[in-house]
């Protein structure tokens, strides 16, 4: 970190813990749960929105002086949907099948709360290294989230991590499984999603008890 | 008259927006603290995508599809512009929100009162363009069909963020752990009210094995792997979301 001062350095780390987009300023879930079953695209898409959120937050702060602020959210979506049709095309021409599964959630990264929020709030006001690196924070913290949901729910509900058999072979019953362990076909389905998220929520706020909210 | 039928408990019950598929969270979960504001953005949500999804439609149809631009002549046949909808999907619905918000207070004072402040906001809903991104996605054939399908899954988040609103107006009162108070407890919720709607995964194909023997056998090897015993439960109504999640080769 020598090469960032400690404010800047803060604007990268902050979004990782204690202002969370996902735990806690609850952004940019919508496109996020749905493609976590596997852990291969929760990291791609976590790569995606880094992508997307970095580029885009230097763009928005490179011309924040020459948008009229009443169509700014037009041009917002304008410059979202170009990088994300960028990463779309490379998607479809390096990882095809890949590109199959997130099928329509990378066109929805657009819409993606956490992209638009940190346009307001943050490149709309800043030069673009902070910017930049405000992106990368965000977007970086969306991904340990991303990461952390992919990597149960792969493991428990597949017993695969990247597709690699790590708990041995449930047909064979080799590994675990030659002790009786079963894949919980429970963490496959859509909403087992949320409930892993509803668990990280629990243990962050049970650890940081500032976080706790007032009902 | 039976598509449309099919089609419309489809999308609110079996592919519900927020359920099976995790559009609009965001405003879900910020905007269902009270019953009343949430009847507003899912009235709102169910206005924009009527009129969004059959506008996106006939883009798709006549402008981006592969060798939709046949109708210009035949030398244009060959185009393939569908890499431009997400560009221009964004844009129709950026711009008709804003149409919307100008003719509702035009014309309609009050329910500019009650929607007023969420129709901007509704631009950057995910359910509003994956509602047209899923539109484009399942090859729905007819205009009509687009519409119901605007109107329907519109009506699925509407019922969802009514039905959370109203628990977490009763959830008040009760004893929730507190680093569970808030957001966390909506997730769980949310969750298990998902699992609940997937038992609504059969109501359509009950009986009706003929349905799609191509899709049953597809889904039927993906299942075996991942979970050998409830492969019974599992029909291929769950294709169009286990697609999504599961597909493991």
Redesign the interface.
């Known amino acids: 970190m020598a090469l960032l001062s400690k404010k800047d350095a803060n604007l990268i780390l902050d979004p990782l813990a204690d202002n969370n987009p996902i735990?806690i300023q609850?952004?940019?879930?919508?496109?996020?749960?749905?493609?976590t079953?596997?852990l291969k695209a929760s990291v791609v898409m976590a790569l995606s929105v880094i992508f997307v959120l970095g580029v885009g937050n230097v763009v928005i702060s490179l011309i924040r002086n020459i948008i009229p602020s009443k169509i700014r959210?037009?041009v917002q979506?304008?410059v979202v949907?170009?990088l994300?049709?960028v990463v779309?095309?490379v998607l479809k021409a390096f990882a095809y099948?890949l590109s199959?599964?997130?099928?329509?959630?990378v066109?929805?990264i657009?819409?993606?709360?956490i992209i638009?929020g940190r346009f307001e709030a943050f490149a709309l006001g800043n030069g673009p290294w902070k910017s930049f690196l405000d992106g990368i924070g965000n977007a970086l913290g969306y991904g340990v989230i991303l990461i952390i949901v992919g990597f149960f729910r792969e493991l428990l509900?597949?017993g695969?991590l990247f597709?690699i058999k790590v708990l041995g072979d449930?047909i064979a019953k080799t590994g675990v499984y030659a002790f009786g362990y079963e894949?919980n076909?429970f963490m496959?389905?859509?909403?087992?999603?949320?409930?892993v998220?509803?668990?990280i929520?629990?243990?962050?706020?049970?650890r940081n008890?500032a976080?706790?909210?007032?009902? | 008259m039976l598509e449309h039928i099919e089609l419309f408990f489809k999308s609110i019950f079996i592919d519900n927006m927020v359920f099976a598929v995790f559009l609009g969270m965001c405003s879900y979960l910020a905007v269902s603290k009270k019953v009343a504001t949430a009847v507003g953005l899912g009235a709102a949500v169910i206005f924009v995508l009527a009129v969004t999804v059959p506008l996106n439609w006939l883009l798709d149809q006549y402008l981006l599809q592969e060798g939709a631009l046949s109708w210009l002549g035949p030398e244009y046949a060959d185009y393939n512009l569908s890499f431009l909808s997400f560009i221009l999907f964004i844009a129709t619905i950026a711009t008709m929100v804003q149409l919307v918000e100008i003719v509702v207070e035009r014309f309609s004072p009050a329910l500019y009162n009650s929607l007023g402040i969420f129709l901007p906001l509704i631009a950057v809903n995910c359910a509003i363009l994956g509602g047209s991104l899923f539109m484009q996605a399942r090859e729905i054939p007819s205009l009509g069909l687009a519409f119901n399908y605007g109107v329907s899954s519109g009506i699925g988040w509407f019922l969802a963020i009514l039905a959370i609103a109203a628990i977490r107006e009763k959830i008040r009162y009760s004893n929730v752990p507190a680093p569970l108070r808030g957001l966390g407890i909506t997730f769980i919720i949310t969750g298990l009210m998902g699992i609940g709607f997937q038992s609504f995964g059969g109501m359509l194909t009950g009986g009706d094995d003929s349905a799609a023997p191509v899709e049953e056998t597809t889904v039927e090897l993906k299942i075996k792997e991942e979970k050998k015993e409830e492969k019974e439960e599992i029909d291929e109504q769950s294709v169009t979301y286990n697609e999504v999640n599961l597909v493991q080769e």
């Open positions: 735990t609850v952004l940019g879930i919508c496109s996020a749960l749905a493609i079953a596997e959210i037009i979506l304008i949907a170009t994300v049709i779309d095309q099948e199959k599964t997130l099928a329509v959630f066109g929805l657009i819409t993606n709360c638009m509900g597949s695969t597709g449930p894949n076909g496959i389905i859509p909403p087992a999603a949320l409930i998220v509803g668990i929520i629990w243990v962050q706020r049970s008890r976080l706790i909210e007032e009902n």
